[in-house]
């Protein structure tokens, strides 16, 4: 009886102890998913390019992957219109839109550079991408993913890669 007794307590005083540690895994891939939900696999840039054309966008200067399959593309829509537009990856239909307008003129990444651009990412290893940014100058910086889900930045001028870092 003592024992059973024993049992018992020993079962009650385990089960805060499993049901802490099942929460601590719970919340641990619930991190994960999020995690992943800031990134889009690198063969998914077509999809968001065509969308961005098909909204007016002519040149690049950000594609940032954002949290539900969101994504937010900021460029031009001409000489004059510069645009920042968040965009549903899944239905194509944009979700909140920003004008400027600006005497300076555009300037940015073709669809074809932005393209070539995340080629040489994916050579050096870039499974997924959460950024691609562009400067005034050409640089390119895309931010993203390896296969073993390691960070990677690529640096790239004029088509060449000139940095990687691996973190």
């Known amino acids: 009886m003592?024992?059973?007794?024993q049992h018992a307590m020993q079962r009650t005083m385990q089960r805060p102890l499993i049901l802490a540690g099942s929460l601590?895994?719970?919340?641990?891939?619930?991190?994960?998913?999020?995690?992943?939900?800031?990134r889009l696999a690198?063969?998914?840039?077509?999809k968001v390019l065509a969308q961005a054309t098909d909204f007016g966008f002519q040149t690049f200067e950000e594609i940032e992957a954002k949290r539900d399959g969101r994504f937010e593309v900021e460029g031009w829509l001409d000489d004059e219109?510069?645009?920042e537009v968040r965009f549903d990856l899944a239905s194509g239909e944009s979700l909140k839109?920003?004008?400027r307008r600006h005497d300076s003129g555009a300037w940015g990444l073709s669809e074809a550079?932005?393209?070539?651009a995340m080629a040489l990412a994916v050579a050096e290893g870039l499974v997924e991408f959460d950024e691609l940014q562009?400067?005034?100058d050409g640089r390119i910086e895309i931010e993203g993913y390896d296969a073993d889900g390691r960070e990677l930045e690529v640096k790239i001028l004029d088509g060449e890669v000139l940095e990687i870092e691996r973190d």
């Open 2 to 5: 003592q024992r059973t007794m």
């Open 24 to 38: 601590a895994v719970l919340m641990s891939a619930a991190g994960l998913v999020q995690a992943a939900g800031d």
């Open 42 to 46: 690198a063969e998914r840039l077509d």
């Open 81 to 83: 219109w510069q645009a």
């Open 97 to 99: 839109e920003e004008r």
């Open 113 to 116: 550079e932005v393209r070539d």
């Open 134 to 136: 562009a400067d005034r």
